[in-house]
């Protein structure tokens, strides 16, 4: 028994003897004989498995798989074994099941012109076109509301919103020590609030599109604005002068460059 294979071979063999067993029961014998047209007698045996013997039958088989995976229990598939056990079992009982049934051919018979156009019709049914969509927008509001639009359409629609310069975000700045101690918490809140939001917004908006003047400024929006105008004034002064720049890729954040 130290070998482990031999082991593996004497487990299969009671799965074998069990399953056989598990067979000759009455609940088993019942089922087969609902399911047989022709029993083959030979086969059949005519010896009744008590529900006690059931059981013990039904526990030695989990025991003796149970054994198996613990064989193979270090290993990741240890249940690929018992598995294919399973698999070849389950085999041999289609197998016995078609011997007691007296062996009947497994050839089908032909359909006949009504089961092929039966069939025929299911299929034309299941591969016919999809019937319209009730509500075109999705909904019987939206497409009601959609049908009042008149001339809009989705391509009149696009570039109706344009997304705003970060001078717009430039406001007045956060105010003096001494006015923010006059006034009360909730005000202080309140307004380093708002012009944290502006600034934040602001930036967000300048950094994908220029994001090397964003930093040579600090961080700032508002240098960052005056630095723009700068460049801006230089550029109209050399515009009349006839001078041309190259004009400078911007650069993207949302994708980091190859």
């Known amino acids: 028994m130290a070998d482990s294979k031999f082991r593996r071979t004497v487990l299969f063999q009671v799965m074998v003897v069990m399953r056989h067993l598990l067979s000759l029961t009455a609940t088993a014998k019942q089922t087969r004989e609902a399911r047989i047209t022709t029993p083959n007698k030979v086969v059949l ?5 008590s529900p006690e013997d059931a059981t013990w039958a039904t526990q030695k088989d989990k025991d003796a798989f149970n054994l198996t995976d613990l064989a193979f229990q270090p290993h990741p598939q240890f249940r690929t074994f018992s598995k294919a056990i399973r698999a070849v079992l389950d085999r041999d009982e289609a197998w016995v099941r078609w ?3 007296g062996c009947p051919p497994f050839e089908e018979p032909a359909w ?3 089961e ?13 076109p999809l019937p319209p969509v009730r509500y075109s927008m999705g909904n019987a509001a939206l497409s009601d509301l959609w049908k009042k639009a008149g001339d809009l359409t989705l391509e009149s629609l696009r570039g109706r919103v344009v997304l705003p310069s970060p001078e717009d975000f430039l406001g007045e700045s956060l105010p ?3 006015e923010l101690e006059e006034m ?25 599109t220029d994001m090397v003047r964003v930093l040579d400024n600090g961080g700032s929006l508002k240098k960052y604005v005056e630095a723009t105008r700068g460049v801006k004034d230089v550029q109209m002064m050399d515009l009349k002068h006839g001078v041309k720049h190259e004009k400078s890729e911007p650069m993207n954040i949302d994708k980091p460059s190859s």
């Open 45 to 49: 045996y005519p010896f009744t498995l």
């Open 184 to 208: 009360s918490g909730a005000e202080q809140i309140e307004k380093i609030d708002e012009v944290a939001s502006r600034e934040w917004r602001g930036l967000r908006l300048a950094v994908k």
């Open 176 to 178: 003096e020590k001494k």
């Open 116 to 128: 092929f156009d039966a069939l025929e019709k299911r299929l034309r049914t299941i591969l016919a």
């Open 99 to 101: 011997k007691e049934n």
């Open 112 to 114: 006949t012109e009504r």
